[in-house]
């Protein structure tokens, strides 16, 4: 496998909802002309929070500063998987890296972004974690440093940083709370020509269509639905997510998905912003849908995270509700000690969840499955 190293220089900004119509002349120019900013990297996410922009160094040109808009500290760089014969990992979603690529570099305290979209994930790390990324996953991968738009192979030798980190062992990451709201969401991907033929609809959902700006979806703890919009337009390649209701507003033989037609649901994570410092997030999230074979997106946001899980593998419902800590529940055990971990043919029963928080999240998979996706969270498991 190939581990590119892209010449994209990114940095992530959060625009406050009331600020919002201080940049939409700005994002225009980036979603429709983005020949005019020279912008190759965007991807802009709406959530009941603000809305999260990835850009690149000409994309960040265009954007004002004022007291609506964050720019998060560091400069990240894009790192992308691709087969030896140059195709993108798109299979499985985040899933098909989690051991490879997600799980070493938590390992090694590095913190990663992440931007799944329709073609291919994108992992983001900050520039000053360079060396760590290149020590770390050179043994894996054969790694390559895109320089005037050609690949120019790395190894451990040309990073200039120093030696990796020393591992701490015996640190575990912060288990999060999650949410999971009742959208459906799609996948889509749209032919650039066919951009202006949806311009129109496109501002209207993004600028126009919210209602008077929310309060945070953290301060409702199990909301019913949940604003989310992601848009990318990254090396002239358009992905597209967005609830199955919201897609009824566009011409449906221009927005193209998989044969398929899979509807996803989501889970959220994160009860309050979880910043850019933190390590081991994202492994959380795929290392147990990887170990369970389970397909995921994954999109970081500014200050939360957001997995999409296939709906044909599981439907994940969210109760309202909470429970005593000690009520009826078994802890997780570890993986390799428990037989419910083996292949089950019995057939998809229903889980209660007690996470953080004492939150409780409903569970509809087979045996199998529920246990290898929580058994390193130590959650709570109950039957329903």
């Known amino acids: 496998m190939e581990l590119h190293i892209l010449e994209h220089r990114v940095r992530v900004l959060s625009v406050a909802r009331p600020g919002l119509w201080l940049y939409t002349h ?34 960040f040109k265009e954007l004002p500063p004022s007291e609506f808009l964050q720019v998060a500290e560091a400069t990240w760089l894009v790192l992308n998987v691709s087969s030896h014969s140059g195709a993108a990992v798109q299979a499985a979603g985040v899933t098909k890296i989690a051991r490879s690529v997600i799980a070493p570099l938590a390992e090694h305290h590095v913190s990663v972004l992440m931007l799944s979209t329709y ?86 959902v993004l600028f126009y269509s919210h209602s008077t ?36 507003k566009f011409p449906s033989d221009l927005l193209l998905t998989s044969s398929s037609g899979e509807l996803w649901r989501m889970v959220r994570i994160g009860g309050q912003p979880l910043g850019f410092d933190e390590c081991g997030i994202v492994a959380q999230i795929a290392g147990p849908l990887a170990a369970a074979d389970i397909s995921a997106y994954y999109i970081s946001t500014f200050n939360f995270d957001h997995a999409l899980v296939v709906m044909k593998h599981r439907e994940v ?21 428990d037989p419910r971990l083996k292949e089950s043919t019995r057939p998809v029963t229903e889980w209660t969840v007690v996470g953080p928080c004492l939150r409780t999240y409903g569970f509809s998979c087979r045996e199998a499955d529920i246990w290898r996706l929580l058994h390193r969270t130590g959650f709570l498991l109950l039957h329903l």
């Open 26 to 59: 700005p994002l225009i120019k980036l979603l429709f002309l983005p020949h005019r900013s020279r912008c190759k990297f965007f991807s802009l996410t709406e959530t009941p929070e603000d809305y999260t922009l990835m850009v690149d160094e000409e994309g």
């Open 317 to 337: 419902k969210c109760l309202a509700q909470c429970h005593t800590a000690g009520q009826c529940g078994t802890r997780i055990p570890k993986e390799g000690q």
């Open 119 to 204: 073609q291919t994930d994108f992992i983001l790390v900050r520039e000053q974690d360079l060396s760590v990324v290149i020590h770390t996953l050179a043994q894996e991968f054969d790694i390559y440093r895109e320089v005037g738009g050609e690949p120019v192979p790395v190894t451990r030798d040309d990073s200039s940083n120093g030696f990796p980190r020393t591992q701490h062992a015996g640190l575990s990451p912060t288990v999060h709370p999650i949410q999971s709201p009742q959208n459906r969401f799609c996948v889509l991907t749209l032919d650039p020509e066919t951009l202006p033929a949806i311009a129109t609809t496109l501002i209207d």
């Open 213 to 248: 700006p929310k309060e945070a979806a953290s301060s409702s703890p199990e909301p019913s639905s949940i604003t989310f919009f992601a848009f990318s337009l990254i090396e002239g390649y358009i992905s597209i997510v967005m609830d199955a209701e919201t897609q009824k």
